[in-house]
Each structure stands twice: as structure tokens, then as C-alpha cells.
């Protein structure tokens, strides 16, 4: 009984421990992950508190399920809508984007460190998955707003690639134990894998949702259904032979884009429930870690670091988005946030569960690796973000908001909001009949709604409405902000209806037109340059201004920006196809010169004697895209 209530003691202070610090963490701009990781370390063996903890098989069991919770939190604060715009690059990375990694860190870990082929592919195999946990902490908790196509892809590689990385180490432990399996057996359990994961994780999202809607259990009792389910799912999927991760990844994805009762207590729940879960993970991971066994093998495991950080996932991302619309900035973005964590940890912990020889330089190799990585890249995202120009800066002021969600089925939310100072309500503007308030409190006491006018900043109102009337009310009781430059740059100096055509905008301001364009709205014009997925930011070039997508509602563009001096960030995006054309545009063009030189040459030879060409030949006319630029 004694050594129990010890054991609860030194967990709970480590818990504790970790929690303050991220205070701490978060002032001075420290990755709070590796902060939780550093505790540990502290905390084992070598460290400070002296306490030897060795058992791999508990670590990975504890990890595993730490893990699956935090896989399917992520599915479940993920929008379908993140799929929409970023599906097929996220996807191309999850998988050929691992393998690519695998292969060029395992050629450095054969070079490096001495290992064998096997040995060192596992190396790159463990280290070829970039962390949820990470990702997922730096982009939302970090305070960095990227534009929504490269945070999408972000996070769905990061939900998504430890499945094809789990498999892979699996794959190369098995071929180092009982020998390499045919290439049809290895692919055959690759698509039982996924095929069997998808469809256990989808069900199961089904049966969890139809189970809590129907079951009418007590509030308090809906997040224990929500976490016994996600373990079950991803527990029965891994004995059949599936990929429990992905398909508790794809539960909690299901779960979280239908209608669910008490989501908003979920979403409390499982987000509280990730913190716990990565705190544990990492402080566990970090008592696991021998920091004395590092001496002999500390500077190739940094040399492995270095070429992850610098070769191997630049190389993997440039090549799996080099066929989609990124521009360099983006892509280089990308690149660096490949952030390696507690999945790479227990990855690494496969091969000492396998009893290879080298397991356990492995897993210390891995540690190092997460290290630097969290050291390096993770101190660095937002200053890399700024450099790189794209945090998104806000469009409006802060937004004081409570939702209450009703009891029942019924399709509204009980809102609750704090009038801002600078908000439209606050300066007298006359509210939609959908956006008045319901109930005012006033300095503590309830205002009848007659005697309310005008609002006052403080007032708290609240007001019944749909889920998808939110963001327009956030717009009439959140505070407004005036533009500074930098917002100018990125939004533009004027706002234009984008309702208004092509040809009225040319000529307002003068500006050349294209025939084929001049009905089309600014609206569709945009939608048609990038293939009807806009977001924020998107531009194009119309004579010596551009034309911004300023504000959107859900898909719908609802305002455009014109920027009369076209700033550095406006690099477009440009899909494969268009600068395979553009290149041969250029040699086209090349052809052109150099056939009019040799007409010029012929020329002057037959000067002695009048002569007239055959064929009329003109220069080459300058053509914009090849500046990556379209002409409106």
C-alpha cells in the first residue's frame, strides 16, 4: 500500500511539475513539448530525481493509448472542409512523403553510424513521421494563423502518416527477425491495413454517434462513451490485422462533422484529455531515456539530425507538392515544419521490443533526433512564419463568446457574448432581426430589452441562433480593427463588391481587359484562376494592380481587396501543368529569336539583290505569365 501511494505521489508531483512550467514555457517561447520531454529526464535515472524506470513494454502499451486519445481529438476538431483544400497533398506526404524520408535518413544512418541496411532503414522509418501532438500544439496553441491550405495540410499529414510509418517499422522489424517477405505478401497487408482501418474507423465513428444520440445517457457519462469507444475501435482494429490509428483517426473525423449531442462538452473533454496525454507521454518517454548511453554516439545521431531537418523531408516535400498549387514560400514552410515527437519515440521503441541488436542505439538515436527537431524547428515555426509571410493577420478585433448548447435535437445555440467597445452593436448599428439579443445583464442586473438601447460596451447578451449564423454575428458584437500596413499588403488599399464584372472594374481604374473575362465577376474570376478552392490571401494580377480575395463566408466570397501596389507576397500559386507551360512558353519564345536572327543574317547575305521574305516574321511579344503573371 505504501509503495502504491508513493508511486501516485512522484506521478502526480511530475504532473504537476510539468504543468507549471508550461507557464513558464509559454513566456519565454519554449516548445512545451519539450519541456514536458526535458521533466523527464530530469526526473530518471540519470537526472536528479533518480528514478529507474526501464520497461519498453509498459512505455509502449501506456504510449500507444496516450497516442491513439490524442489521434482521435485531432479527427475530431478537424473540418471536412480542411480535406477540401488540402486532401491529396497531405495525403501525397502521409505516404510518399514517408517513404521518401525513410529512405534518406536511412542512408545516412548506414553512412553515419555503421549500422546495416535494415537497421538503419528503421532508423529513417521511426523518424519519418511528423508528430500530431506537435503539429497540433504549435499550429492552435502557438498563436499562429497560417493560411488555410498550408495549416490543412499540415495537420492532416501529421493525423494521418504515423499509420504508414507504424507499418513500415513493423514491416522492417519483421524482415530483420524472420527475413524479408515477398513484395505481394508486404503489399497485401499494406491494403489490408488502411482498407481495414478506414472502413473499422468509420463504422465506428457511426455506431459512437448513433449510440450517444439515441442513448440520451447524462451529460457527464457522454465523454466516457467517447473514450472507451476510441480505445475499442482502435484496440479491435489492430487484432484483425487493421490500423488502429488510422481508424481512431477516422472516428474522432467522423464524430466531429455530424451532428452529436454535447460536442462542445466533448470538445472540452477530449481537449483537456490530449494535454493529460501528452504530458504523460513525454515525461514517460524522457524517465525511459539513459541520457549516459548518448557519449559514443551522440555526434552521428546528430549528423542523422541534421540531415532529417536539411535534406530528407525538403527533398520529400518539395517532391510530393511539386503537382499542386504551392507557391515556394508555402512549400519551404512546409518543409521545416516537420516537427518529430512521441511517435518517432515509440516507433523507435518496436525494434528493442523485436530484441534486435542494435535496438536500443536506435531508440537513442531517434531521442536525439526529437531533440533537435523540437530545439530546432519547433522554437523556430513562428519566426520562420513571419519570415516567409504567411500569418494571416486578423480581420477583425477580439470576440468575447460563450455557446451553451441546448438540450434535445433542436438545431440552435444559446450564445452568450461580451459587447466590445469597438464593435458595430456598441456604436449604435441597428441589428438583424436574427442577431437581437434575447436577454441583456447590465453591471450585474438584467435590462429589460426596451430600455437597453443602445447596447453599452460590457453588456452581456445573449441570443438563441443556428451553428452556421456565428461568424456573421461575431462581426456586430466583436471588436473591429483598423488596418495597418501590413494588413494592406496582404488584403489590399480598396474594398470592391464581388459582384461587380471584370469590365467595370478595367474601366473605374484603367486597367487592360481581356475580352473572354469582361462579364465575368470578380467572384468567378477568382474561382476560375484557382480552380474554384479560394482562401484568404489568393490573388491575381489584373494590369499593375491585384485583385485580392479580401473576406469569405464559409466558400462564398463576400468582399475583394485591390492592392494598387502589388506587394512581395504576391507569388500566386501555380499548378504543375502551368509551369511545364510557362517553361515551354519560354523555349517557344527562344525559338522565335533566334529564327528571326537567322532570317536577319540571311538578309544581309542577299543584300547585293532585292528579295522578299516568304513569310512575314514578327518579334516574340513579351508575354507576362512567363513572370508567373495573368493578365485580366
Request: proline share 5%; hydrophobic share 50%.
Amino acid at each position: 500500500m505504501e509503495a502504491v501511494s508513493y508511486i501516485i505521489l512522484i506521478g502526480s508531483t511530475l504532473l504537476i511539475v510539468s504543468v507549471l512550467t508550461s507557464y513558464l514555457a509559454l513566456r519565454i517561447g519554449a516548445p512545451l513539448l519539450l519541456i514536458f520531454l526535458g521533466i523527464g529526464l530530469l526526473a530518471g535515472e540519470d537526472g536528479i530525481g533518480h528514478i529507474s524506470f526501464n520497461d519498453a513494454g509498459s512505455a509502449f502499451l501506456i504510449g500507444s493509448m496516450a497516442l491513439a486519445v490524442i489521434l482521435f481529438e485531432s479527427g475530431f476538431d478537424t473540418k471536412l472542409a480542411s480535406y477540401k483544400a488540402a486532401a491529396w497533398p497531405a495525403m501525397t506526404l502521409a505516404t510518399v512523403g514517408v517513404a521518401v524520408t525513410t529512405g534518406v535518413v536511412g542512408i545516412a544512418a548506414h553512412y553515419l553510424m555503421g549500422l546495416g541496411w535494415g537497421e538503419a532503414l528503421l532508423v529513417g522509418a521511426a523518424c519519418s513521421s511528423t508528430d500530431a501532438a506537435a503539429v497540433f500544439f504549435l499550429l492552435r496553441v502557438g498563436g499562429i494563423t497560417l493560411r488555410d491550405r498550408v495549416r490543412s495540410t499540415l495537420e492532416i499529414e501529421s493525423g494521418s502518416n504515423d499509420p504508414v510509418a507504424i507499418m513500415l517499422t513493423i514491416l522492417l522489424v519483421e524482415a530483420a527477425t524472420h527475413g524479408l517477405a515477398s513484395p505481394v505478401a508486404i503489399v497485401g497487408e499494406l491494403v489490408l491495413a488502411f482498407a481495414l482501418g478506414g472502413v473499422m474507423g468509420l463504422a465506428g465513428g457511426w455506431l459512437l454517434v448513433a449510440f450517444i444520440n439515441k442513448a440520451n445517457f447524462e451529460t457527464g457519462l457522454n465523454p466516457v462513451v467517447t473514450l472507451t469507444f476510441a480505445l475499442f475501435i482502435f484496440a479491435a482494429t489492430n487484432v484483425l490485422g487493421g490500423s488502429g490509428y488510422l481508424a481512431v483517426y477516422a472516428a474522432g473525423l467522423y464524430a466531429g462533422n455530424v451532428k452529436l449531442r454535447g460536442a462542445l462538452e466533448l470538445r472540452r473533454f477530449h481537449s483537456g484529455l490530449t494535454w493529460l496525454s501528452q504530458i504523460v507521454m513525454f515525461v514517460m518517454l524522457g524517465l525511459l531515456a539513459t541520457p549516459r548511453e548518448f557519449a559514443g554516439m551522440i555526434l552521428p545521431a546528430l549528423g542523422v539530425a541534421v540531415v532529417l531537418i536539411v535534406v530528407a523531408r525538403p527533398a520529400a516535400v518539395w517532391m510530393c507538392l511539386l503537382p499542386y498549387r504551392f507557391s515556394v514560400r508555402e512549400t519551404s514552410f512546409i518543409a521545416w515544419v516537420g516537427l518529430r515527437g512521441a511517435v518517432s519515440l515509440l516507433l523507435a521503441l518496436v525494434p528493442v521490443l523485436g530484441g534486435l541488436e542494435n535496438g536500443q542505439l536506435i531508440f537513442n538515436t531517434a531521442f536525439i533526433v526529437v531533440v533537435v527537431s523540437l530545439l530546432v524547428q519547433g522554437w523556430t515555426i513562428g519566426t520562420m512564419a513571419r519570415a516567409l509571410e504567411l500569418i494571416v493577420p486578423p480581420r477583425r478585433g477580439p470576440v468575447e463568446r460563450v455557446e451553451l448548447e441546448l438540450p434535445g435535437n433542436a438545431d440552435q445555440e444559446l450564445v452568450a457574448y461580451t459587447v466590445h467597445a469597438k464593435s458595430p452593436a456598441a456604436r449604435g448599428q441597428r441589428m438583424p432581426r436574427w442577431a437581437k439579443p434575447s436577454l441583456i445583464i447590465r453591471a450585474g442586473a438584467v435590462v429589460p430589452l426596451h430600455k437597453a438601447k443602445p447596447l453599452q460596451p460590457g453588456d452581456h447578451v445573449y441570443l438563441f441562433t443556428p451553428q452556421h449564423r456565428l461568424p456573421l454575428i461575431d462581426k456586430l458584437y466583436g471588436g473591429s480593427r483598423a488596418l495597418d500596413q501590413n494588413d494592406r499588403e496582404f488584403y489590399g488599399d480598396l474594398v470592391l463588391s464581388p459582384d461587380a464584372t471584370v469590365e467595370q472594374i478595367a474601366e473605374m481604374y484603367g486597367l487592360p481587359l481581356s475580352l473572354p473575362n469582361a462579364r465575368l465577376t470578380l467572384s468567378d474570376l477568382l474561382r476560375n484562376e484557382f480552380g474554384g478552392s479560394c482562401e484568404l490571401g489568393d490573388r491575381v494580377r489584373m494590369g499593375g494592380v491585384e485583385l485580392i480575395v479580401r473576406d469569405m463566408d464559409e466558400s462564398t466570397i463576400t468582399s475583394v481587396g485591390l492592392a494598387l501596389e502589388p506587394a512581395r507576397v504576391t507569388s500566386r500559386r501555380r499548378p504543375l501543368y502551368q509551369r511545364i507551360a510557362d517553361i515551354g512558353g519560354r523555349l517557344h519564345g527562344w525559338w522565335n529569336v533566334q529564327s528571326f536572327r537567322r532570317w536577319k543574317q540571311r538578309e544581309k547575305l542577299r543584300a547585293c539583290r532585292p528579295a522578299t521574305p516568304s513569310l512575314p516574321v514578327t518579334e516574340p511579344v513579351h508575354d507576362e505569365r512567363m513572370e508567373g503573371r495573368t493578365e485580366i
